[in-house]
């Protein structure tokens, strides 16, 4: 057997560690100053994003199974998951706070 068997072998072998449709991602569109806090996959002791935005700053995008995101002024931002825009009750991978 030589290594590139070994190689076929262990890719054949390996599962996929993502989970079917794998993450989501959340684009979140600042149309006015607004403080954020985002968590990605409950990782609530260490946020992914943190602080004030504003139109300036562009979109900021964010990808995992489960995004929360907190808003100081829910209007002042869009948030969209995977192109699409999320309503607030409806979406049970993005939270909206």
């Not at 072998?13 to 806090?37: C, H, M, Q, W």
């Not at 990782?43 to 992914?48: G, I, N, Q, T």
């Not at 002024?73 to 699409?84: E, F, L, M, P, Y």
């Amino acid at each position: 057997m030589r290594p590139e068997d070994l190689a076929k072998a262990a890719a054949a072998n390996s599962s996929p560690t993502a989970e079917p449709g794998g993450p989501n991602r959340v684009d979140i569109r600042p149309l006015k100053k607004t403080y954020v806090k985002v968590v990605v996959d409950n990782e609530v002791l260490k946020p992914a994003f943190e602080r004030w935005i504003s139109p300036a700053d562009g979109t900021v995008e964010f990808r995992g199974q489960h995004i929360t995101v907190r808003v100081l002024d829910r209007d002042a931002v869009q948030i969209k998951k995977n192109g699409k825009l999320v309503d607030d009750d409806d979406d049970d991978d993005v939270t909206v706070e």
